[in-house]
């Protein structure tokens, strides 16, 4: 199993512009979660998905939204980039809820220009 | 509010020494706690979590209500825990969970 994936590695956008990113949980594995580290920081929850359904959302502007798909497979959308969204972006997965142990993936590395 | 505090930015240590990366946090409900670690150029990993009671390559981590504190310990350090060390609290409110992070301590261990 490759465990966690996401695409893209890296990305470079401009103000104003829309970016949608892409995980794929470990099989089996019915939770996904979104985090954003910004450089120096820990990781900062952003939603977290179960068995499709919107489970938790953070302390984040409505610019930022995700869904998830029946193959438990998942995007986040950023609207309206702003600089300060320049962050590492991290997906993880578990089999249950956010009590369950989460596996991360390596992570997509956002710069907004 | 939920929060998770560690204090230590970075902490050295010689190899052989006694290490404890200190964490404390902030929840008024039952709170489930775990330590994440992230080597260089890998991913973030659990490490432990405090319900399995586990002690995980020499790391055990004590929940202290009380005190409202969860510490990494390890008598004998080993070159090879130099990373970045995360701890975490999975809250729950209103039917909403997340897991709440620290800013992480970095952990070196010289020679």
């Known amino acids: 199993d490759a465990g966690v994936t996401q695409s893209p590695t890296h990305l470079i956008k401009t103000r104003g512009q829309q970016v949608t990113l892409r995980c794929s949980p470990i099989s089996g594995h019915k939770s996904v979660s979104w985090y954003q580290q910004v450089l120096g920081q820990g990781p900062q929850f952003i939603f977290q998905y179960y068995e499709k359904e919107e489970r938790g959302r953070g302390n984040f502007p409505d610019r930022f939204s995700a869904r998830q798909f029946p193959n438990y497979s998942s995007e986040l959308n950023v609207n309206a980039l702003l600089l300060g969204d320049s962050a590492l972006y991290l997906c993880?997965?578990?089999?249950?809820?956010?009590?369950?142990?989460?596996?991360f993936g390596p992570g997509t590395r956002l710069t907004v220009l | 509010a939920q929060r998770v505090t560690q204090p230590e930015k970075l902490l050295s240590v010689f190899k052989g020494a006694p290490v404890e990366l200190k964490c404390n946090y902030s929840?008024?409900?039952?709170?489930?706690l775990f330590w994440y670690v992230q080597y260089s150029r890998q991913r973030l990993q659990l490490l432990l979590r405090h319900i399995s009671r586990e002690s995980i390559k020499g790391f055990t981590a004590d929940l202290n209500k009380g005190e409202t504190s969860f510490h990494l310990k390890k008598p004998f350090a080993q070159e090879e825990d130099s990373a970045m060390y995360y701890c975490?609290?999975?809250?729950?409110?209103?039917?909403?969970?997340?897991?709440?992070f620290g800013k992480g301590t970095k952990l070196t261990v010289n020679p």
């Open positions: 993880a997965s578990s089999f249950g809820p956010a009590t369950d142990t989460q596996y």
């Open positions: 975490a609290l999975s809250a729950t409110q209103g039917g909403s969970e997340k897991l709440v």
């Open positions: 929840y008024s409900g039952s709170p489930e």
